[in-house]
């Protein structure tokens, strides 16, 4: 009795031990197929086995299990892949892996029962039910594509062309489906009945996948868009080398005058650039509330140096700013301020428009639950978060007959917001962003490898000009045309082509891919629970 106890108990041991190897495997897999602390770009060929030991483990385990499991692979990986979330504030940290903790602490359980209710072909619907969480993730209040299995091919050109049908989401299910089909092919009920009978039986999905990955490569090395006679503008773009947010006023004062000596570097050159570009909030006291206001004589000193600086100048700034208004009925404020992350245009020291941000960060920049979790709230405003408005128009500028939009930091992450930008106009994306906060250049070079998705999807030019890195150019392929050094105070001036005439499937049709992967799995749904029933029943009278 105590031996056959012991070899329980032992066996019990060495599958938790099997089962917890296979987790950390695939979230190491995971992390180092993006942008990490030892891969600058990350290892991109990863990806296509990354999740192989998590389809794997879910033919091993038990539905009851899996809720622990899918729980401790979402804490693992994201801990691993988003690191450098603690260098902005601890609770940041905190808060993503508790998020991405229960996120597959629902998912992993979903996947299972996929296996149950469709024995021969479950690895299928985990492919359409990983692709639609991908998708799910990015909406709404906690909306975060950081780890979308597409953006690990982000330097692969031929691989990613495809983004330009079907966005991300194309690459995405490419990538993912080498994962769940080895799975299967290795899951233990398939080594009792022979490898070879499931290689047999499930050949047409592995052919239909194969010729799709053929077409992919295809598509890739002939579709990019041949803009050898487009015409080009020139945009200088400044990286300060400082998280602008940092310090008091005096401290801004030496931000505004690095900003001043790179831009006049710029400005030397011959021909000139059509325009300059500012990180975002890279000139933090309030433009446009100080000139009115003035209740602050030393930041309204600043913003006067600044709007004396611009009058002087020909060539149009970009900037990025804390527009701040007066808003009694929006605002908690005493003196009725309301702010928002906004970019402004100006032209001879007038703002000639502006851009609000639309899409912010959850918690550190918004959090619409003030009063149903209020010490969430608090805990918030303790560590002094700077919270935002949203901001509500899709503007495009138009300047000496440029149109261009300016997604701000975040906000270059999400296709839809690019999209409604190209839709309404814009042939150049000019993205502000800072992640100077990280301190890290596998957060800026992780933010900038979906920024080139942006590009690749609607078939336009993207720059970006960042605090302290990537600052860069990425021409309507995805390829990146010049790129300045991370943590330096430089400006990069760099010649983008303008490609107007295009208009890409998926500018047309947006996240159209993994609505019909929901929609596939909404109407399986009853399908499977009549079979899931009839086996059960037919099985009782067995």
């Not at 091993?60 to 902005?88: D, E, M, Q």
């Not at 690749?456 to 390829?479: F, H």
């Amino acid at each position: 009795m105590n031996i056959w106890t012991d070899r329980k108990i032992w066996g019990r041991s060495q599958s938790l031990i099997i089962n917890c190897f296979a987790l950390l495997i695939g979230a190491l897999l995971f992390a180092g197929s993006f942008p990490n602390l030892f891969f600058e770009k990350g290892i991109a060929f990863l990806a296509w086995l990354a999740y192989f030991p998590v389809f794997w483990l879910l033919y091993r385990i038990s539905f009851r299990a899996s809720f622990f499991y899918g729980a401790l692979y979402g804490y693992v990986a994201y801990s691993l892949f988003n690191y450098w979330l603690n260098a902005f504030h601890p609770l940041a940290g905190v808060i993503v892996d508790v998020i991405y903790l229960f996120y597959f602490f629902i998912l992993f359980p979903v996947l299972k029962i996929a296996l149950v209710f469709f024995p021969k072909r479950g690895y299928l619907i985990q492919l359409l039910v990983w692709v639609s969480f991908e998708y799910i993730r990015t909406l709404g209040f906690l909306g975060y594509p950081y780890g979308i299995t597409g953006y690990s091919q982000w330097y692969i050109l031929p691989v990613i062309q495809i983004a330009s049908l079907v966005g991300v989401w194309g690459v995405s299910t490419l990538v993912l489906f080498p994962s769940v089909y080895l799975a299967a092919l290795f899951s233990r009920e398939n080594k009792l009945k022979g490898m070879h009978s499931f290689l047999i039986g499930e050949w047409i999905p592995a052919a239909i996948w194969g010729i799709c990955l053929a077409g992919t490569l295809i598509y890739g090395f002939m579709s990019p868009v041949d803009y050898t006679g487009a015409a080009t503008r020139r945009i200088a773009l400044v990286q300060h080398n400082t998280d602008p947010w940092r310090g008091g006023l005096v401290e801004y004062r030496r931000n505004f005058n690095v900003l001043q000596e790179l831009s006049n570097e710029a400005l030397a050159q011959n021909p000139k650039p059509d325009l300059i570009v500012w990180s975002e909030t890279a000139f933090v006291p309030r433009i446009e509330w100080h000139k009115q206001y003035r209740t602050d004589r030393e930041s309204w000193l600043l913003v006067k140096d600044l709007l004396d600086y611009l009058a002087l100048q020909e060539v149009p700034f970009v900037i990025g700013n804390d527009d701040a208004s007066k808003d009694l009925l929006l605002s908690k404020e005493l003196d009725g301020r309301v702010d928002y992350n906004a970019v402004m245009l100006f032209n001879k020291g007038e703002v000639v428009d502006i851009y609000r941000k639309i899409h912010l960060v959850p918690f550190t920049e918004y959090f619409p639950y003030q009063k149903q979790l209020p010490f969430v709230y608090n805990a918030l405003i303790h560590a002094d978060t700077h919270f935002w408005e949203k901001g509500t128009e899709v503007t495009v500028f138009e300047i000496n007959g440029l149109k261009f939009s300016s997604p701000i930091c975040f906000e270059d992450s999400f296709g839809y917001l690019s999209r409604n930008f190209v839709r309404n106009g814009a042939e150049l994306l000019v993205n502000l962003s800072n992640d100077a906060w990280s301190n890290s250049l596998s957060a800026q070079m992780q933010h900038f490898a979906m920024a080139v998705f942006r590009a690749v999807e609607n078939r336009r030019s993207m720059v970006r000009s960042t605090a302290s890195g990537q600052t860069c150019a990425i021409d309507p392929n995805g390829r990146v045309i010049n790129m300045a050094k991370p943590f330096a105070e430089i400006q990069l001036t760099v010649d983008v082509p303008i490609v107007k005439n295009v208009t890409s499937f998926y500018t047309r049709y947006g996240d159209f891919l993994p609505r019909i992967c929901i929609i596939l799995i909404i109407l399986m749904i009853p399908a499977a629970i009549i079979r899931y029933m009839i086996k059960v029943r037919n099985h009782g009278k067995d």
